[in-house]
């Protein structure tokens, strides 16, 4: 286990007295300083490139960055987690989703025979499943085939599947429609439910404790519905669940069989690999799933394997740390110029701010040292006409990643000329900005007066100076996408590392569950007179208006 003092090391000591250089050093000066700088600050891995020339890095930073990872011995932890040690020390659990991604016998060998084979089990009836739906094999209690799912979880028990599907819509089968169901307000359940035919309606209820409040009400507003269309029918075929709470999940009405399990090791915003993946599976067909976890494993061994200087998840992590920790620059812009990914700064809104969104170190003492960014960000171009204001010219630097596929699923192939010229001029002018000098030539040149120049110029200076990643596929297959997503697992697990905190419990998550418990017991008539003046008067104004 880590101590609170390393991370006081000469190292962090030394980036503290680089970074007060660097948050006064120009990026457009480092180009000038070094003509092959983009082949020296960018690399290759499992199909994606990335490109950190425009990061405000010198050689020196990387390698102080690189012998602090040593320092605190980063192999040794990544070398835990996938052998299985309890990293995740406040629960006592190991974070073993990677594991879901390797071979049989790797498997075998960090969880024992007997585990590897329901991870087997759970693999098998999962294609099973996926193929009896896409050959209109399995049928409702009416005798009619299956054509719509609907998936029921929230957190991580629905965001990465549903990333996924949007992600990968060209690979989409034809046959079942896979809807997704996590918000508990009762318009997003009559909104979904209302263009669902109960006879041909599958639900998945995903919630490793089969406890979740909010996936319990809206699974048991799917069964009412269900019941109130299909009455003297047995309503179990309608029914599948993910848990590990398998009692739980037979006392709702669910059948043994269509049960599939969840283990402790695997936490919820990480758990896509595993049967949470199943409404994925059923979108895009399991072998493209597989396919998926495939290029999910690449990643993980390139992350156990290569060198820290040469190894991207490590790279962007301690360029992110350098960043936020040492820069002062408390955010990070994820912006991808690609549609079908609109939804992936969401999904790490979640897998980041929730893993390393804390402030404790692993000895119960303080962080010395800012940790995770508040993530942020929106599909390019739409965030251009945006947040991306801010970013241009106000005086908070935002750090951003870019992403981009060389190609198009679209025959608009314009369309993506454009776009990803977006991208490249985005990251280029966030770098390089508009001076007083630039602006006021450039208004010179419109022909505009002495006076309107000087009065309008300081309005059109950019400060520039903004660092980014490029993150560029040549096209986005399901293997591609695995190893992104696993990409950006382990950047957040390494930054976890470094910061000395446990980024897979969530205590803020639980705080908040259990106020809303409370809460709802007080709505009940039950009295709390430990609930703020505040909060009673919301509940009084709530219940008034019910009555």
């Known amino acids: ?189 009559a909104e979904k439910l209302a263009v669902l035919n109960p006879e041909t309606t599958l639900i998945i209820v995903i919630s490793k404790t089969f406890s979740t409040q909010e996936t319990l009400l809206n699974a048991q507003s799917a069964k009412s519905w269900l019941t109130s269309y299909l009455t003297n029918y047995d309503i179990a075929n309608h029914f599948v669940a993910v848990s590990s709470n398998i009692s739980k999940a037979k006392e709702f009405g669910i059948k043994e069989s269509n049960i599939l399990p969840m283990w402790d090791w695997v936490g919820g915003r990480f758990s896509l690999w595993s049967a949470v993946g199943l409404p994925l599976a059923i979108a895009i067909g399991y072998e493209n799933f597989e396919q998926m976890r495939a290029g999910a494993y690449q990643m993980d061994e390139h992350f156990q394997q290569a060198l820290f200087s040469e190894n991207m998840p490590v790279l962007m992590a301690l360029i992110g740390i350098w960043n936020s920790s040492f820069l002062g620059y408390n955010s990070l812009g994820i912006l991808p ?128 100076n903004s660092p980014s990643n490029t993150i560029v596929f040549e096209h986005l297959t399901p293997k591609v996408l695995g190893a992104f997503l696993a990409l950006y697992e382990h950047k957040i697990f390494v930054q976890g590392v470094m910061w000395q905190l446990n980024s897979f419990d969530q205590w803020g998550v639980e705080l908040g569950k259990e106020l809303g418990t409370s809460i709802l017991a007080v709505m009940g008539g039950e009295s709390n007179d430990a609930l703020s003046t505040s909060t009673q008067g919301l509940i009084s104004k709530y219940l008034d208006k019910r009555k």
């Open 1 to 189: 286990m880590f101590t609170a003092n390393q991370i006081n090391s000469n190292y962090v000591v030394q980036l503290n007295d680089i970074a007060k250089h660097f948050q006064q050093n120009s990026i457009c000066s480092l180009f000038k300083q070094s003509s092959n700088r983009f082949e020296q600050y960018s690399l290759s891995a499992c199909n994606i490139f990335l490109d950190y020339s425009k990061q405000n890095v010198d050689e020196d930073v990387i390698k102080s960055l690189v012998s602090w990872a040593d320092d605190i011995k980063l192999n040794d932890a990544i070398a835990d987690m996938f052998s299985g040690e309890k990293i995740n020390h406040t629960e006592g659990r190991a974070v073993l989703h990677s594991i879901l991604r390797a071979p049989a016998d790797k498997q075998s060998s960090v969880l024992g025979e007997q585990v590897a084979n329901e991870i087997a089990g759970a693999n098998q009836k999962m294609r099973e499943l996926c193929s009896k739906l896409h050959k209109g094999e399995y049928l409702g209690c009416t005798g009619k085939a299956i054509t719509d799912v609907v998936a029921i979880g929230i957190g991580g028990s629905y965001y990465g599947a549903k990333v996924a599907q949007e992600s990968l819509k060209p690979f989409h089968q034809q046959k079942v429609k896979v809807h997704y169901l996590a918000n508990i307000d009762g318009s997003a359940v």
């Open 337 to 464: 110029y690609d549609h079908s990914l609109r939804a992936f700064p969401g999904y790490l809104q979640q897998v980041d701010m929730e893993s390393n969104g804390k402030r404790v170190n692993h000895n119960g003492g303080e962080v010395e040292l800012t940790t995770a960014p508040i993530v942020f960000g929106q599909e390019g171009t739409n965030g251009q006409h945006a947040f991306m204001q801010l970013m241009h010219q106000s005086n908070e630097i935002v750090p951003a990643d870019f992403i981009v596929s060389l190609t198009s699923n679209s025959d608009y192939h314009h369309h993506h000329t454009m776009l990803v010229a977006n991208c490249f001029a985005q990251s280029e002018a966030l770098m390089v900005g508009k001076t007083l000098v630039q602006a006021k030539v450039e208004l010179t040149n419109q022909g505009l007066s002495a006076d309107d120049v000087d009065r309008l110029a300081p309005h059109k200076v950019m400060p520039g």
